[in-house]
């Protein structure tokens, strides 16, 4: 499907996405987007502290990036209309690329439009920064094809084989309210405010064509994506995502977190996207924190205070799955959390984390409800979310301090360049 | 009631609140508390950069503090024992006064203590700063007297005459899982993970004798306390708070936050308190959205750019109610939000307002769960917020666009000395 016009109003100009789709197969010798070095380029201009991450380029932004706030939508699609839906995300491209870099939304934002009519901005942004705000796209298997398999925008063709539905994992207890979606919205900003703003216009500006499915505001980072932080903490205490894969390690962000030229014949349009996982995950925390540290640093295989794993060295030392103290027992539990996540027992497979610690208030049983809304980009959920997944839920004895309330598996987009369209890539 | 000695393990000595109670009567020549210079400490503190607001003083922090981020939590107390109580309250001063220091809870901390028992501290904060944590402690209704009557705790004689049961006002559709409970903590810092933290660790010293009741987290401030920041925005887009009561209006505070000794003489041991009202006040914000700007400002009686009142002026330029335009009609609404809201029709009654932006995801029906969760510390609600909410929901426009969903009144203790405990008012 190609509507193959410009969205009237949308004000972009709808040029062609160079480095994007079948196009991409010769740019690199090896078929790799020859394009790594931009991967880390949005942390980059945040360390310069102008706080403003550059919307356009290859890789969307909101990948690499290290904002500590989150605020995360999933919306389903209500129109059956295909122009519809290519315009609004025209329109969601604009505004994004405006409300990136601090603006407002719409032509004349929160007060300068007509006095007789509806605000084109909401204004709550009004005189903040950009905060480094970025807005991440993504596109759930649901806009391809309804629940009986029907092709519901002229997309089914161009269903990427990786965009599947995820399997029910053992321990799961997931809230149909709380999980899929047609479309996602991934906003992360230094400031909550900023990031809600940015999903509320959105939803706004989708009003009639989206409606929003469920929402996440996550108010603390976990799994830090750059080398130059310090390793956030969970709500289990322990710090989390000490081998994360970094903004600054480009060639495995091509390996494990971009989808290449080539990797789905019949998607090519995702070459430079990734897939992002949603999983909200219900710790039970007052049990946790009525265990001994002892059971806690034996589940997670680390020490709760500097994070090096229970075999030795500091946090950055790599586990040591086979050295034995007393009784001959690995000093790291056979079913630690640490051993059965580890690349090695996973087939190498790595992911980019990027989970917020979330709380949505109490259960009405007198416990806080909370936990880690976990996110990780992958190249292919197949490869690398689902066997891990599985083996964590069947073995990870941290599972019994664990609930999966929420589940959805998107396909983010690829980069916007500069004059492009979020709907290029899934309609050109 | 009056236990008498200092509760085992508590650690602190009880040494006597100096200044409090009926020992104020004194202490200046009309009766107010000869403190007020102390009222602005914890800001002037903030403003120096250290990050650790004072805890001990006359007044408890947190209430003309600036923080963004808000945890808020309402509990019930589950045990009969007034001992158990007076414990608890001995048990949260010591770990309040060491997070708010910008130390881990307990003796021993998250790692420090024995192996084979629980941490005494949750770990998430481990490395992070103290992030100008304050911790406000209240008391409700409920923990003086039951719904039938019956004195719980000894206290019962001892019920502020002003902490009262909240009417119904129109409008209201409080859920009862929202709203009320015998034990309140405000936690309020610039980093959302310290607030929680906070929460969360005093929950886990009171296992046993609380239960929560219920929590909300806040993520952006409205209604700033200090005349050095611009005034906040609401989800609405409009500037709030313009006319609050800032940390530096220190007479202000006597007049109209801080309980003043002799206001009332069955309850001499709420003096240098106050009362903290909260409303959980959800927006029609989708609605608010398609509303035009000319309606918003004549809803709100201010420009949403600069706040400046309709009558004319700059944000901080008093309204005029009288001045006409066009027809002879007021440029001010008379059922505007800025009218109906105003000390001149309420009686010169102020407040201080410290209301935080919600969300908590969305509601099932396509809308997000949003909107201001108000904070107000008077020192009388029979007088500041009762007649003026009575006016506001009967008579404020705005109030098509509101719904009050969560209430809870409670008495914000005095401040604790050095040495001292938040036991100390209540049973002493």
Redesign the interface.
């Known amino acids: 499907m190609n509507t193959g016009t410009a969205a009237p109003g949308s004000g972009i100009s709808r040029r062609r996405l160079l480095v994007g789709g079948a196009g991409l197969a010769g740019a690199g010798a090896a078929g790799a987007l020859a394009v790594a070095s931009l991967a880390g380029g949005d942390a980059a201009a945040q360390a310069t502290g102008g706080g403003v991450v550059p919307f356009h380029g290859v890789h969307q932004a909101g990948v690499v990036t290290r904002q500590d ?1 989150l ?1 995360f ?1 999933s919306f ?1 699609v209500i129109t059956d209309d295909p122009g519809e839906l290519h315009r609004l995300l025209d329109d969601w491209t604009v505004a994004a690329a405006q409300m990136t870099a601090g603006l407002e939304a719409g032509e004349y934002g ?2 300068g ?7 084109e ?7 903040l920064p950009a905060a480094n705000l970025t807005i991440t796209v993504g596109v759930g298997r649901s806009l391809f094809v309804d629940g009986d398999g029907r092709d519901r925008f002229g997309l089914a063709a161009r269903l990427p084989s990786a965009l599947i539905d995820l399997p029910h994992f053992p321990a799961d207890d997931l809230d149909p ?2 999980s899929g979606g047609d479309l996602c919205v991934q906003a992360c900003a230094d ?3 900023v990031a ?1 703003h940015a999903v ?1 216009n959105l ?2 500006i989708g ?1 009639g064509v989206v ?7 996550g ?2 980072r976990t799994s830090s994506t750059s080398t130059s932080q ?1 390793t956030p ?6 710090k989390d995502g000490t081998a994360n894969i970094k903004a600054e390690e480009v060639e495995e962000l091509d390996t494990h977190v971009w989808v290449q030229p080539g990797d789905d014949p019949g998607a090519e349009w995702l070459a430079g996207g990734s897939y992002l996982v949603a999983r909200r995950i219900n710790m039970h ?2 049990t946790w ?6 059971e ?1 640093e034996t589940i997670v295989g680390r ?3 500097s994070g090096a794993p229970l075999s030795g060295g500091d946090e950055f030392t790599e586990p040591d799955f086979a050295v034995t103290g007393r009784d001959d027992q690995t000093l790291i539990a056979e079913r630690s959390h640490v051993r059965l996540a580890h690349p090695t027992v996973n087939g190498g497979a790595r992911m980019l984390r990027r989970g917020y ?1 979330f ?4 259960d ?1 049983l ?3 409800d ?1 936990g880690l809304f976990f996110i990780a980009f992958v190249r292919d959920p197949r490869i690398q979310y689902v066997p891990m997944q599985t083996n964590l839920s069947r073995h990870d004895v941290m599972m019994e301090y664990l609930v999966h309330t929420g589940s959805a598996l998107f396909a983010a987009l690829p980069g916007v360049p500069d004059g492009g369209s979020f709907a290029d890539a899934l309609f050109d």
């Open positions: 706030r605020y939508a389903d929160a007060v439009g007509p006095y007789l009519a509806p605000p901005d909401t204004g709550e942004a009004l005189g309210a709380r400031d909550p405010q809600f509320r939803a706004r009003f409606s929003l499915r469920w929402s996440q505001l108010f603390g310090a903490r969970n709500l289990f205490g322990f925390i007052e924190d009525r265990t001994s540290l002892a806690q020490t709760k205070g610690n709380t949505d208030g109490s009405g007198g416990r806080l909370a």
